[in-house]
């Protein structure tokens, strides 16, 4: 057990609805002061055994709950999350140090939400049912089995539950494996799980370090789901290990998206929303981190731009003001840095930050960059940190070229204030969301996953629950059957 802000977070395993300490564990830092908070299990093969085992124990009588059955027990789930809110936004802020608030007014409710969302579409599923060839026809989802789930440590509980909710709906079991850098909220889910009286074995979890834990857990031929959320070289490897296993994956990987602003926008909201790119300390999938601006409104939109970057506070993500938390770990922000110096010596511009804030730790001034070329390779690579880069076009079909030329293709954001260019735009940028005069706003229900290396898969609705279901084509003769 751990103490984190006066509350006690489990720093064990939790397998067949046990807890179970780890005859080794590695610590956990807090971003905000570097303090050690907790130390966890580091689970090994013989860890991941066990909780396989557990989840193929406990999968038949999941599986024969049927999607009304498994959707009563998810909607507890879903009322003890929300009842939980603040213990575990409290826990994840010192975890991995997203703002507070934020996580208290929505990150955490969204995790209720995915529970909900797939408790009601499971139990809403219609089988296709159609005659043809003198036989009746109906495709049946069947639950597939045992479901490894590996999350990334910026959004760590709702991302957990954004993958683990279709997989329970769909009438899997569960193995997550949390991320390293941030592994304590899950540790709460696991415990509400056990409150809202999932049977054991239903939903584990490996605590541990990537390369042991979740390779081993990925490597399991006890699995027949692999869902993975992060970079998308860990999202090779994994890829690897499916195969070796003939075992279907998706992969929810970074992303390089462009926010492409249009001279006939609304500017002052543009630009606010470009500013407001550097929130999480820019470590956001999503988020829009090449500027690409109509050169006709260059400087009007950098004016704008500057000012709201001005309005930024950086500091402790548990105060009000502060808008920019810190970096998650040391050695992410090294990799910030060298991303930085690297585009020192290529001769790209820094036009504001590009160094720590004198307050230190692991905090990093918002960054802005005009490269020397598109090839650059603050252009071309993921930083994940607070750092954007600006190059301006000519006309609309240089802007899509742009926003096109990178391997990622996750999302996209476009700022116009003409319909018809909104649909065409929208159309021609590949990438798995494209966001108008808008972001991060999406329906449940609407597909989600990226193009090139962004991704492989698509989760969100429907295409969540099937990817945790094989899909079965049952045939009975006409007249066969009184
Ligand atoms: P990461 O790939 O280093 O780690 C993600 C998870 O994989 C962690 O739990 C880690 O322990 C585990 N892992 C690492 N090596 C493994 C291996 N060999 N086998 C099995 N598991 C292994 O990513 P990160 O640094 O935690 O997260 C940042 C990345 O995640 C960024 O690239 C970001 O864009 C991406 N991300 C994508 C989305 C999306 O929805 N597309 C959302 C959030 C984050």
Not at 72 to 81: F, M, S
Not at 176 to 184: F, G, V
Not at 406 to 412: E, F, H, I, K, N
Request: glycine letters at 10%; hydrophobic letters at 40%.
């Amino acid at each position: 057990m751990s103490t984190v802000a006066n509350i006690t977070v489990p720093s064990g395993h939790f397998i067949g609805g046990q807890r179970v300490e780890g005859a080794e564990t590695f610590q956990v830092i807090s971003p905000i002061d570097q303090r050690v908070i907790a130390e966890v299990a580091r689970g090994d093969q013989s860890a991941v055994d066990r909780a396989v085992d557990a989840a193929r124990a406990a999968f038949p009588e999941w599986a024969a709950l049927g999607p009304e059955g498994r959707a009563a027990q998810l909607r507890r789930l879903a009322e003890l999350i929300d009842a939980n809110i603040d213990r575990i936004a409290t826990v994840e802020c010192l975890d991995m140090a997203m703002l507070e608030r934020s996580l208290k007014a929505r990150v955490i409710a969204r995790g209720a939400r995915n529970f909900r969302a797939y408790a009601d579409l499971a139990a809403s599923y219609q089988e296709r049912v159609w005659g043809s060839n003198s036989t009746q026809n109906r495709v049946i989802r069947m639950p597939s089995g045992p479901a490894a789930v590996i999350t990334p440590w910026n959004a760590p509980f709702m991302l957990s539950t954004w993958k683990t909710a279709p997989g329970l709906a769909a009438g899997c079991t569960v193995i997550l494996k949390p991320p390293e850098w941030a592994p304590l909220s899950c540790s709460l889910l696991a415990d509400l799980t056990a409150e809202a009286g999932f049977p054991p074995g239903v939903f584990n979890v490996v605590q541990g370090i990537g390369e042991e834990a979740g390779a081993a857990l990925v490597s399991s031929t006890g699995v027949r789901r692999i869902s993975f959320t992060g970079s998308p070289e860990t999202g090779r490897s994994i890829g690897l290990a499916a195969a070796a296993n003939i075992v279907p994956f998706t992969a929810e990987l970074g992303g390089k998206g462009p926010l492409i602003v249009f001279a006939d926008s609304d500017l002052d909201a543009a630009a606010a929303k470009a500013a407001g790119q550097y929130d999480d300390a820019g470590q956001v999938c999503l988020a829009g981190t090449r500027l690409l601006v109509e050169e006709s409104v260059r400087d009007a939109f950098l004016e704008r731009f500057h000012a709201g970057v001005d309005a930024q506070v950086l500091g402790d993500p548990r105060d009000d003001r502060t808008t920019i938390s810190p970096l998650i770990h040391p050695d992410h922000l090294a990799r910030v840095e060298g991303y930085i110096e690297r585009a020192r010596a290529n001769g790209d511009t820094i036009v504001r930050g590009g160094r720590q804030p004198e307050m230190g730790g692991l905090w990093y001034e918002p960054t802005l960059i005009e490269p020397r070329s598109n090839d650059s390779e603050v252009v071309q690579r993921e930083v994940f940190g607070p750092v954007l880069t600006f190059q301006t076009f000519r006309d609309e079909r240089e802007a899509v070229e742009l926003a096109n030329s990178t391997r990622y293709g996750l999302s996209a954001i476009v700022y116009t204030g003409t319909q018809e260019r909104a649909e065409r735009v929208g159309r021609a940028v590949r990438a798995g969301t494209v966001w108008v005069n808008t972001f991060l706003v999406r329906d449940l229900t609407a597909p989600f996953g990226g193009v090139g290396i962004s991704g492989i898969g698509r989760e969100g609705g429907d295409y969540a629950l099937d990817f945790y279901s094989d899909l079965k084509t049952l045939q009975i003769l006409d007249g066969s059957t009184a």
